[in-house]
């Protein structure tokens, strides 16, 4: 800080810098990452990348059951909540050093 409480606009300007190229680095890893969600001992796999997207469904044959088709339809959904979850919690980890940091440029919201 600059006499008088006044915030140095140069250091400012350096420090959003940083963390907007500390962002994009995140952002692309979370882009290329793939995370994995199991249900029914994986009978179910759902592969979905670090942003969220699905990019596949594995169903075991032996969850197939023509008779009990809400037991299939419960374990795809609960493989997606499982890899959501993990691209949740890699989000949080690449991001949250970047947008703790937000605090320090008095920015609302952050």
Known sequence: MRPGGQPNLQQL???????????????????????????????????VSGTGDIKAVKIDPKAVDPEDVE???????????????????????KMGPVTGGMGGLGLPGF
């Open 71 to 93: 037991t299939l339809e419960d374990l795809v959904l609960a493989a997606v909540r499982n890899a959501s979850e993990a691209a949740r919690q890699l989000t949080e980890e």
């Open 13 to 47: 300007m350096k420090q959003a810098q940083k963390m907007q190229q500390q962002m994009a680095t995140a952002q692309a890893e979370l882009a290329e990452a793939e995370l994995t969600g199991t249900a029914g001992g994986g009978l179910v796999t759902v592969t």
